[in-house]
């Protein structure tokens, strides 16, 4: 059974960015997973299921429109998990109805914890690589308009392989207050 996973690419220069950053801290992931925001976290799909996930990303992506995303800051899920990350600032709103609208489909994947939209910048490496990318991206600030997210698929080499990119064809919604 195949791996997939669906996320919003981060952009160069700000993806390249915090790729190397990630790398700098010695984070082993760092060239396998491309800088993103999480929509649906890596799921082992039935490759007879395949074809209806595509279709019904396909029209969740036409039931939603592009808009503007700001990533500021870091922030960590540190005692819990040892990760840091870039705080999504703008966006919020439309992640969150992207992410309940891939998960309502044919394809169901529990949560481990509450949805929180962010850009990993360290995973479970030692606390000082965690604390250096925490602080030297504490000041990061960057937006950028997002158009469309993808399917992944994840190998058996960790490695996240995008498959296909589906753009937000839907009207564009003003984030709610």
């Known amino acids: 059974m195949a791996v997939h996973g669906v ?3 981060v952009p160069d220069p700000w993806g390249a960015q915090l790729q190397q950053l990630r790398e700098d801290v010695g984070d ?17 799909i039935e490759p007879e299921r395949l074809d ?3 279709t019904h990303l396909g029209s969740v992506a036409q039931q939603h429109g592009s808009f503007t995303m700001r990533l500021r800051g870091t922030g960590s899920f540190r005692p819990v998990s040892p990760v840091v990350f870039v705080q999504v600032a703008e966006g919020i709103p439309m992640c969150e109805r992207l992410e309940q609208a891939v998960r309502r489909g044919p394809v169901t994947r529990d949560l481990e914890f509450p949805y929180h939209p ?7 490496i030692a606390d000082a690589g ?3 990318a925490f602080e030297e991206l ?3 600030d ?5 158009g469309e997210f993808h399917l992944y698929e994840h190998g058996a080499d960790e490695v996240w392989r995008p498959m296909t ?4 064809s839907g009207e564009r919604l003003q984030p709610s207050s």
Not at 29 to 44: D, S
Not at 118 to 124: E, F, G, K, Q
Request: proline fraction near 11%; hydrophobic fraction near 60%; glycine fraction near 0%.
């Open 7 to 9: 996320s919003i690419a």
């Open 28 to 44: 082993p992931m760092a060239r396998a997973i491309p800088p993103h925001v999480t929509l649906m976290p890596p799921t082992e």
């Open 52 to 54: 209806l996930f595509v």
């Open 118 to 124: 962010h850009v990993t910048i360290a995973h479970a």
């Open 130 to 132: 965690l604390d250096r």
């Open 138 to 140: 504490a000041h990061f």
């Open 142 to 146: 960057a937006a950028f308009e997002v």
């Open 165 to 168: 990119a589906f753009a937000l």
